[in-house]
């Protein structure tokens, strides 16, 4: 299945592409055997450089299967954010890779590459936002 990550910039549009992608990551990890002769890996990547479409699917994904990342192996690229505004990520992100069509002489992309460690999901905690309501622990915990 592909997803279109060409946008309009609308933020609904963009948070509903960011959905299909945390739904395709976690099928492809778990379609992914952690004991595999390659090692479990997988590896992600859009043609974007919004944190909507990569830290925060990326983070997601942590948070919800037995994975780690790895580093890509390559020197070009910038780091991923492990913190951007108000949002703070898990501080592996910084192993992921971001390229600028600025930077790179090339389209803008994202890319990272995680491990599988087992075949256990995890249990998405439950977290409390600043308005007390309750909701998943995910996108992006937000720093007040």
């Not at 609904?12 to 595999?36: F, G, P, T, V």
């Not at 942590?62 to 020197?75: A, E, F, H, S, Y």
């Not at 780091?79 to 890779?97: A, C, E, M, P, V």
Request: net charge negative; with cysteine.
């Amino acid at each position: 299945a592909v997803v279109s990550t060409q946008s309009t910039g609308d933020e609904e549009e963009i948070l509903k592409i960011a959905e299909a992608q945390k739904r395709l990551l976690l099928a492809a990890i778990d379609s992914c055997d952690h004991n595999s002769k390659t090692g479990g890996v997988v590896v992600y990547s859009t043609c974007s450089v919004m944190v909507q479409e990569n830290e925060w699917v990326v983070d997601y994904a942590l948070k919800r299967r037995n994975v780690k990342l790895l580093p890509l192996g390559v020197d070009i690229g910038k780091d991923g954010f492990s913190r951007i505004n108000k949002y703070r990520f898990d501080s592996s992100l910084s192993l992921t890779k971001r390229y600028y069509p600025h930077t790179h002489n090339m389209d803008g992309f994202f890319v990272a590459k995680f491990q599988k460690l087992s075949n256990i999901v995890k249990e998405p905690k439950e977290v409390f936002r600043s308005d007390g309501e309750s909701e998943e622990e995910g996108v992006g915990d937000v720093m007040e």
